[in-house]
């Protein structure tokens, strides 16, 4: 069993009672975003794709960590809709509410455009921007009907400059970044039409966090000759750690951040400036 690293094992409490799901939540930044989360007091939902075996022991890891902790695992295909509208109504009805939607799940399937297959574009788009659309499409729903609400999509670098062999990734990270902009304008819409919108309210937020380069699995396999010129191409000379994304995830979910929405966050070492 992997322990909790001591820096995420100081706590606070800006999300006591809250409920939090969070997409890809058993592994690289989703399972330090649901620590992050848990140490804050959230009721945390992780949601993963099939390794159960590898979910049930994160899920132990987290109460073992926090004690009183409450975390539950729920698993899905997230390039379904109808499994994204199922794992909200379950979460939901697990926890009476939700508060915190972290749209983080994404894959990569990297080939040089002219070689990239009908499929390979599909199922990257499929994961990445059409699996955050029916989760939040499903969540704000219940969110405006209870008046307030957080939801953040984990987003890339590579969404915002391109890279070489990505345009399927690129293209769906982009994605987030309209996608975001536009439910955070038409939520607050939705909010004063109905007459929840008021100056003491948590307020309904949409934000994204956009990561740079992240010591994950996902980048543990990169040659070193590529891991060498990416060192070169970050100002503070290193690879971010998941936990440095996860930290700025569950501040964007406060209640202290009411006033930030359709915002892109930058977690990248000064990559892009």
Same mark, same amino acid.
């Given at each position: 069993?992997?322990?909790?690293?001591?820096?995420?094992?100081?706590?606070?409490?800006?999300?006591?009672?809250?409920?939090?799901?969070?997409?890809?939540?058993?592994?690289? !930044?989703?399972?330090? =975003?649901?620590?992050?989360?848990?140490?804050?007091?959230? +009721?945390?939902?992780?949601?993963?794709?099939?390794?159960?075996?590898?979910?049930?022991?994160?899920?132990?890891?987290?109460?073992?960590?926090?004690?009183?902790?409450?975390? @539950?695992?729920?698993?899905?295909?997230?390039?379904?809709?109808?499994?994204?509208?199922? #794992?909200?109504?379950?979460? !939901?009805?697990?926890?009476?509410?939700?508060? +915190?939607?972290?749209?983080?799940?994404? +894959?990569?399937?990297?080939?040089?455009?002219? &070689?990239?297959?009908?499929?390979?574009?599909? &199922?990257?788009?499929?994961?990445?921007?059409?699996?955050?659309?029916?989760? @939040?499409?499903?969540?704000?729903?219940?969110?405006?009907?209870?008046?307030?609400?957080?939801?953040?999509?984990? @987003?890339? !670098?590579?969404?915002?400059?391109?890279?070489?062999?990505?345009?399927?990734?690129?293209?769906? &990270?982009?994605?987030?970044?309209?996608?975001? &902009?536009?439910?955070?304008?038409?939520?607050?819409?939705?909010?004063?039409?109905?007459?929840?919108?008021?100056?003491?309210?948590?307020?309904?937020?949409?934000?994204?966090?956009?990561?740079?380069?992240?010591? =994950?699995?996902?980048? @543990?396999?990169?040659?070193?000759?590529?891991?060498?010129?990416?060192?070169?191409?970050?100002?503070?000379?290193?690879?971010?750690?998941?936990?440095?994304?996860?930290? *700025? *995830?569950?501040?964007?979910? $406060?209640? $202290?951040?009411?006033? !930030?929405?359709?915002?892109?966050?930058? #977690?990248?070492?000064?990559?892009?400036?």
């Amino acid at each position: 069993m992997n322990e909790v690293s001591p820096a995420i094992l100081l706590s606070g409490h800006k999300l006591d009672g809250r409920v939090a799901l969070v997409t890809g939540g058993t592994r690289g !930044i989703g399972a330090a =975003t649901c620590r992050s989360l848990a140490s804050q007091g959230a +009721i945390v939902a992780a949601g993963y794709s099939a390794n159960d075996e590898v979910a049930l022991s994160f899920a132990e890891e987290v109460r073992t960590g926090y004690p009183g902790a409450r975390l @539950s695992v729920h698993k899905g295909n997230i390039g379904d809709p109808a499994d994204c509208r199922r #794992v909200v109504a379950e979460v !939901i009805d697990a926890h009476g509410r939700l508060d +915190i939607l972290v749209n983080n799940a994404g +894959i990569t399937i990297d080939r040089t455009f002219m &070689k990239m297959t009908d499929e390979e574009w599909m &199922k990257v788009i499929a994961v990445n921007l059409s699996g955050a659309f029916f989760m @939040s499409q499903s969540a704000l729903k219940h969110m405006v009907e209870r008046g307030s609400g957080r939801v953040i999509n984990v @987003s890339s !670098i590579v969404g915002e400059v391109g890279n070489i062999g990505q345009t399927n990734y690129a293209a769906s &990270k982009a994605g987030l970044l309209g996608m975001t &902009k536009s439910l955070a304008r038409e939520v607050a819409f939705l909010l004063g039409r109905s007459g929840k919108r008021n100056d003491s309210s948590i307020g309904l937020t949409v934000n994204v966090v956009s990561p740079g380069v992240i010591a =994950t699995d996902m980048t @543990s396999s990169i040659p070193e000759k590529i891991r060498d010129n990416l060192y070169e191409q970050i100002p503070v000379h290193r690879f971010g750690t998941p936990e440095e994304v996860a930290r *700025v *995830v569950h501040f964007l979910a $406060a209640d $202290a951040s009411a006033f !930030i929405t359709g915002q892109v966050w930058s #977690v990248n070492g000064g990559m892009d400036m």
